[in-house]
């Protein structure tokens, strides 16, 4: 059994949800054009209601973002890593740990959930491993080290400042 439930809310006159050409969203319900709400438009209200009423500092939550490149290269300067170096390695760490793909601008085509804490460990773990990482961005193809096969996963989720090693994630 499927059950649908529809709902027509008011709003006061405003453009709460826009189309990438900025004009709002609407559909014919009831025989009557009306303003439309995403699901996404909600969500992001209530992630912003929560900011302002959590206690949690503003570095405890995560974004939806296009443009963490900058931010993880930030890192990387203000650990003393020359600027053209930490923009490679970010890229490359980027591309190849999450996947991503960026424009001619330097931001991502795809929206990803972050929060500054997993930007920090991906910078931890680029400046733990700066010896290794270091020589493969000279050259005319850049490329951070491959893994080796031989050593075990581990989880990304265990906390970079305790004292328990990481959690491995294959039984094998």
């Known amino acids: ?50 900011q302002g009423q959590a206690t949690l500092t503003p570095e405890q939550f995560a974004e939806r973002s296009r443009n963490w490149l900058p931010e993880l290269n930030a890192l990387l300067v203000d650990q003393g890593i020359d600027e053209a170096q930490a923009a490679t390695a970010a890229r490359l760490a ?4 999450l996947q991503l793909k960026f424009d001619d601008k330097g931001k991502a085509t795809t929206i990803v959930f972050l929060g500054r804490t997993e930007i920090a460990a991906i910078a931890h773990i680029l400046v733990s491993n700066w010896s290794a ?18 050593l075990p996963n581990w989880t990304v989720g265990s906390s970079l400042s305790s004292d328990e090693p990481p959690r491995k994630t294959d039984m094998g």
């Open 1 to 50: 059994m499927q059950l649908e439930i529809h709902v027509l809310q008011s709003f006061p006159p405003a453009n709460l949800n826009r189309d990438e050409n900025g004009m709002p969203k609407s559909t014919v319900f009831g025989g009557r054009p009306r303003a439309r709400i995403s699901s996404q438009c909600q969500k992001r209200a209530v992630r912003k209601f929560y």
């Open 94 to 97: 980027l591309e190849e740990g």
């Open 133 to 150: 990482i270091e020589p493969g961005l000279t050259g005319d193809t850049p490329a951070l080290p491959k893994k080796d096969p031989n």
